[in-house]
Nanobody, 121 residues
């Protein structure tokens, strides 16, 4: 069992930066790939980024490539550094743990409660 708690969301102007963190509890954190997803009002949840168990492989959605960076430490935290934010990045951001590097949210077993990111124009 893995419990995930996101933090770091907030309100930022377009062009600004935010860093999201996801703290995981449980001994098996290193056994899971960790992903970030987001869901904007009235839209379906979408993949943002994923990092492998070792941290050596990362994958990003085209919409955030070059602006967002996913990372993880050896303890229990996965982060999402978001730069050059755009109003279309506004969404609730969720971290998820799974035994996969796939982009489909249904492939992930554990989810956090989400943190709101709002980017003003």
């Amino acid at each position: 069992q893995v419990q995930l708690v996101e933090s770091g969301g907030g309100l930022v102007q377009a062009g600004g930066s935010l860093r999201l963190s996801c703290a995981a509890s449980g001994r098996t954190f290193s056994s899971y790939s960790m992903g970030w997803f987001r869901q904007a009002p009235g839209k379906e949840r979408e993949f943002v980024a994923v990092i492998s168990r070792s941290g050596s492989v990362r994958s990003y959605a085209d919409s955030v490539k070059g602006r967002f960076t996913i990372s993880r430490d050896l303890a229990n935290t996965v982060s999402l550094q978001m730069n050059s934010l755009k109003p279309e990045d506004t969404a609730v951001y969720y971290c998820a743990a799974g035994s996969t590097m796939r982009t489909e949210g249904t492939e992930y077993q554990y989810w956090g409660q989400g943190t709101q990111v709002t980017v003003s124009s």
